[in-house]
């Protein structure tokens, strides 16, 4: 199932459905069926993304951090932001810095967007973590050793950007 919505979305991608379709018979322009079935991907995609983050919530406290890892039996901060974004159906690459480069960035984060960190000065990114709300992210945080939720207020003297890919 998971397959076939990438394979989906890879399709949708390709065909470039969600620029807008126009009839172009000078009458009114109205748009076509795609850009409906387009949206009702999507949505459906960001609601399977909310129940992936409820779910890696419930791994606070319990995931250990593992490297390179990306299964709740452990894993890194790129392999955490990967398997929430995968019970989507969204398939991500397992590198903080390539999450970082994904997506639109946003300046007003909502539950699920990827939050990216570099040190001041830097391009590359070398942390990832998902966003709660509230100035809370989960990350899968090294120091700690395990899957956390912490306070953005904690990563003040790094580089911090906002990722929507939903």
């Not at 409906?36 to 999507?42: A, M, S, V």
């Amino acid at each position: 199932m998971k397959t076939k919505i990438v394979v989906c979305l890879a399709v949708l991608l390709s065909l470039n459905v969600g620029a807008p379709h126009y009839k172009d018979d000078g009458a009114t322009a109205t748009p076509k069926k795609a850009d409906f079935n387009h949206n009702l991907f999507i949505g459906k995609a960001r609601h399977k993304l909310q129940v992936g983050v409820t779910k890696a919530i419930a791994r606070a406290n319990k995931t250990r951090y593992v490297f390179s890892g990306d299964t709740p039996y452990g894993w890194d901060c790129s392999g955490l932001v990967r398997w929430v974004y995968k019970q989507s159906g969204v398939v991500l690459p397992h590198s903080a810095n390539a999450q970082g480069h994904l997506g639109a960035r946003v300046s007003i984060p909502k539950r699920g967007d990827i939050v990216v960190f570099a040190y001041p000065g830097r391009k590359d990114f070398n942390h990832a973590a998902i966003y709660l709300g509230q100035g809370l992210i989960l990350d899968a945080n090294r120091g700690f050793g395990m899957t956390v939720i912490e306070p953005l207020t904690n990563f003040k003297d790094s580089q911090i950007r906002f990722i929507r890919v939903l």
